[in-house]
């Protein structure tokens, strides 16, 4: 500007304009990235979660197991488990533990925990969400396992429940 004029020049405006049309798509990319990144690592907790329950039920009912059968299975039964214990009168009370995949779509379902006892109680128990079954694979002889999570998460992989049927980016 020079001196006595006022105003700015169009130069001045352009510039300042350009400046702050740059602030204000930096800010918009940052709260952009920060929501997007909110929603994945929600998306990661509760596979995380997901994983851990599995796990838990899984290994509970292994650790009491004195028969555990995995082949030779009709899909959508993946697990089966048996074991017998003694009641207060020392007589035995036997059961057993089914494992099986429901509404699986896309090979995406919900691992379904099934208890018959011989005293008389039944329960079905829903154990985990999202978690991708390959029914192909009934033999178990390939080296991928034939359940895994829907997420990736390469610091979890017990031997059932592996990482990643969703695309990598995740």
Known sequence: ??????G???N??????AIT???????????HQTILGNEQNIDYMTSVRQVANAGH?????TQMAQSVTTDNLTPPDFLLLSWTERDTAGDPVYHSVKYFFDDVIDNTGTLMRYHWSS??????TMVAQYICYDSTNTTHT???PPIKAARSFPSISPRFIYPSCLPSHY
């Open 1 to 6: 500007m020079r001196i006595g004029e006022k």
């Open 8 to 10: 700015f020049t169009l």
């Open 12 to 17: 001045e405006m352009l510039v300042s304009l």
């Open 21 to 31: 049309s740059l602030v204000a798509v930096s800010a918009l990319m940052v709260i």
């Open 57 to 61: 039920w899984i290994g509970r009912d």
């Open 119 to 124: 005293a008389g109680e039944t329960e079905q």
């Open 142 to 144: 390939s080296t991928k």
